[in-house]
Nanobody, 121 residues
Framework: QVQVVESGGGLVQPGGSLRLSCAAS????????MGWYRQAPGKEREFVAT???????NYANSVKGRFTISRDNAKITVYLQMNSLKPEDTAVYYC???????????????WGQGTPVTVSS
């Protein structure tokens, strides 16, 4: 089995920073793109950022210049550094990882359970 677990969410004041982490573990044969989505209360889940296996990155326009995605392949972990946070960044942040399971040989996006981020004074 494969597990994906996020951490690092919490309450922060506007203008503040948070760093989210997401680690994949289990029966992993290979992994490719990893990234983040978020879902605000009453809204649909939306794309935030992604990073490919060759470190190419892509960001939603709403977070460009404020958020930075990075990865540590040795740890099968992806990070999201969030700076200059705004109240509209409040959401549950979900991580995904494109993984091939060693036992089933299935390749799919595995999702974490989400970590809440609240930006409020």
């Amino acid at each position: 089995q494969v597990q994906v677990v996020e951490s690092g969410g919490g309450l922060v004041q506007p203008g503040g920073s948070l760093r989210l982490s997401c680690a994949a573990s289990g029966n992993i044969f290979s992994f490719n793109a990893m990234g983040w989505y978020r879902q605000a209360p009453g809204k649909e889940r939306e794309f935030v950022a992604t990073i490919t296996s060759d470190d190419s990155t892509n960001y939603a326009n709403s977070v460009k210049g404020r958020f930075t995605i990075s990865r540590d392949n040795a740890k099968i972990t992806v990070y999201l550094q969030m700076n200059s946070l705004k109240p509209e960044d409040t959401a549950v942040y979900y991580c995904y990882a494109d993984i091939r399971d060693r036992s089933s040989w299935n390749r799919s996006n595995y999702w974490g359970q989400g970590t809440p981020v609240t930006v409020s004074s």
